[in-house]
């Protein structure tokens, strides 16, 4: 399973090159072009591989011709008579064999420590924000007071003058 799921990957790879060119000649004319295939950088390889991951197909243990896994899903299953058909993962397809564990509640068999006490980001949108990070559970607001120096100065000769500032933050942690 996880050479045909690396398999995917460089076929993701593969499938996200770009061709990118360069004239040469004399005053940017171009005499001379060439042209070469680029390679995709970490975050489109990654988002495109997130994408694949959301639809995972998941498979049973038993391997099939090279890397091609068995599929248990509804949704490749056909019926012929009363003969199941199964059809083998595409080249591009990630494949599971377990259900992903739920990392919102703890698990310490698993080593999942869970969401609970973690701190998030009320105004994010993104993985940080209190809304997909707390599971639905809700948040806690509280306001921390940290105590810091700051507009610090040289003092000539040979000492440094800071005030201490004193701000008060909210800080919001996973229910």
Same mark, same amino acid.
């Given at each position: 399973?996880?050479?045909?799921?690396?398999?995917?990957?460089?076929?993701a790879v593969a499938r996200l090159m770009k061709m990118q060119c360069r004239c040469h000649g004399v005053s940017?004319?171009?005499?001379?072009? =060439? /042209?070469?295939?680029?390679?995709? !950088?970490?975050?489109?390889v990654g988002d495109y591989l997130k994408g694949k991951y959301l639809t995972t197909l998941r498979f049973t *243990?038993?391997?099939? +011709?090279g890397s091609r896994w068995r599929d248990s899903s509804r949704r490749r299953r056909k019926r012929r008579g #009363? +003969?199941? +058909?199964?059809?083998?993962?595409?080249?591009?397809?990630?494949?599971?064999?377990?259900?992903?564990?739920?990392?919102?509640?703890?698990?310490?068999?698993?080593?999942?420590?869970? =969401?609970?006490?973690?701190? /998030?980001?009320? !105004?994010?949108?993104?993985?940080?924000? %209190?809304?997909?990070?707390?599971?639905? #559970?809700?948040?806690? !607001?509280?306001? $921390? +007071?940290? $105590?810091?120096? %700051? *507009? /610090?100065?040289?003092?000539?000769?040979? *000492?440094?003058?800071?005030? =201490? %500032?004193?701000?008060? $933050?909210?800080?919001? =942690?996973?229910?």
């Amino acid at each position: 399973m996880n050479l045909h799921n690396n398999e995917a990957g460089r076929e993701a790879v593969a499938r996200l090159m770009k061709m990118q060119c360069r004239c040469h000649g004399v005053s940017g004319s171009c005499e001379l072009k =060439t /042209c070469w295939r680029s390679i995709p !950088t970490f975050p489109v390889v990654g988002d495109y591989l997130k994408g694949k991951y959301l639809t995972t197909l998941r498979f049973t *243990h038993k391997k099939m +011709r090279g890397s091609r896994w068995r599929d248990s899903s509804r949704r490749r299953r056909k019926r012929r008579g #009363r +003969r199941k +058909r199964r059809f083998l993962a595409e080249k591009d397809e990630l494949v599971h064999i377990h259900k992903s564990p739920n990392y919102c509640i703890q698990n310490p068999k698993k080593g999942i420590l869970g =969401t609970h006490g973690r701190f /998030c980001n009320k !105004t994010s949108n993104g993985a940080d924000s %209190c809304d997909l990070l707390c599971c639905g #559970r809700g948040y806690n !607001t509280q306001v $921390v +007071r940290y $105590v810091e120096r %700051c *507009h /610090c100065k040289f003092v000539w000769c040979c *000492h440094v003058q800071c005030k =201490t %500032c004193i701000t008060n $933050v909210d800080v919001h =942690t996973c229910k």
